[in-house]
Nanobody, 125 residues
Framework: QVQLVESGGGLVQVGGSLRLSCTAS????????IGWFRQAPGDEREGLSC????????YYADSVKGRFTISRDNANNTVYLHMNHLKPDDTAVYYC??????????????????WGQGTQVTVSA
């Protein structure tokens, strides 16, 4: 059973940067595509980015393209989300999740079967 833990969130000023980590225990992440999501109060969960397992292809939502970068370190069972040029609209709880396959196939909830508890990111104006 895969257990995911997100870390790296916090309070940052507009224009600042953060690096979120998603670390797995109980199983290796090497066989899974990994997605990052966020949810702000009152909003629906938003899929942000995904990285495949084998060929390391990456995908980004338009809202974060050019500002966020996803990467993975399979040796350390960790996936990262590097966030730059942060805006107040980026304030949310950020989650990582394992795709049921090794490739990225969208951000539908049914596609992801293990989720972390989330880490809060707050961007102050």
């Amino acid at each position: 059973q895969v257990q995911l833990v997100e870390s790296g969130g916090g309070l940052v000023q507009v224009g600042g940067s953060l690096r979120l980590s998603c670390t797995a225990s109980g199983s290796t992440l090497v066989d899974y595509a990994i997605g990052w999501f966020r949810q702000a109060p009152g909003d629906e969960r938003e899929g942000l980015s995904c990285i495949s397992s084998s060929d390391l292809r990456t995908y980004y939502a338009d809202s974060v393209k050019g500002r966020f970068t996803i990467s993975r370190d399979n040796a350390n069972n960790t996936v990262y989300l590097h966030m730059n040029h942060l805006k107040p609209d980026d304030t949310a709880v950020y989650y990582c999740a394992t795709d049921t396959t090794s490739w990225c196939s969208g951000y539908g909830a049914a596609q992801y079967n293990h989720w972390g508890q989330g880490t809060q990111v707050t961007v102050s104006a």
